[in-house]
T-cell receptor, first 112, second 112 residues
Framework: GNSVTQMEGPVTLSEEAFLTINCTYT??????LFWYVQYPGEGLQLLLK?????DKGSNKGFEATYRKETTSFHLEKGSVQVSDSAVYFC???????????FGKGITLSVRP | DADVTQTPRNRITKTGKRIMLECSQT?????MYWYRQDPGLGLRLIYY???????NKGEISDGYSVSRQAQAKFSLSLESAIPNQTALYFC???????????FGPGTRLTVL
């Protein structure tokens, strides 16, 4: 079956630091890959996505590249802000059923 | 107005009580989902529905039931609540052929 593995957290960074959050997946076929973000007290919202190998998703300064050879979709940002403090979820999409398989999520805290 | 709404937002109940969580969406999508979120476990799928007459179990459906009253409404019921059902519950929706799910704000349920 499909699965998503995220690096263990939590992660605490200083403002303007570089961020990398690792995500690897196991899937049959050609899934879509997503990063969702959950700000405190809110639901999940889509941060970025990639639908095929070598695609790069980007939004709000965050980027992730769909790497089929390493089955990875790592999230990066060059300079984090306090407002980026949230929980980040990597997810894999089963196109046929529109079902998502989520990683466990990682909490990012950015201090001033 | 929010595209996906959930009621109630917070609920405290006692063991053995029946409780219903409601979800409505205005996006016109056919597919709706119920997840629960537990710390360190990410989101896990409880039930999903492709239309009013098509309801499917997810990975953790035991102890839960659902009702799809209309295209826009999808309710989750706990027939006899137990403490390990204490969690944050999310409803989501997506269109046919898409993996991009839109989430409600969540319901925080506590079972004493």
């Amino acid at each position: 079956g499909n699965s998503v593995t995220q690096m263990e957290g939590p992660v605490t960074l200083s403002e303007e630091a570089f961020l990398t959050i690792n995500c690897t997946y196991t899937a049959t076929g050609y899934p879509s890959l997503f990063w969702y973000v959950q700000y405190p007290g809110e639901g999940l919202q889509l941060l970025l996505k990639a639908t095929k190998a070598d695609d790069k998703g980007s939004n709000k300064g965050f980027e992730a590249t769909y790497r089929k050879e390493t089955t990875s979709f790592h999230l990066e940002k060059g300079s984090v802000q306090v407002s980026d403090s949230a929980v980040y979820f990597c997810a894999l999409g089963d196109g046929a059923n529109s079902k998502l398989t989520f990683g466990k999520g990682i909490t990012l805290s950015v201090r001033p | 107005d929010a595209d996906v709404t959930q009621t109630p937002r917070n609920r405290i109940t006692k063991t053995g009580k029946r409780i219903m969580l409601e979800c409505s969406q205005t996006k016109g999508h056919d597919r709706m989902y119920w997840y629960r979120q537990d710390p360190g476990l990410g989101l896990r799928l409880i039930y999903y529905s492709f239309d009013v007459k098509d309801i499917n179990k997810g990975e953790i459906s035991d102890g839960y039931s659902v009702s799809r009253q209309a295209q826009a409404k999808f309710s989750l019921s706990l027939e006899s609540a137990i403490p390990n059902q204490t969690a944050l519950y999310f409803c989501a929706t997506t269109g046919v052929g898409s993996n991009e799910q839109f989430f409600g704000p969540g319901t925080r349920l506590t079972v004493l």
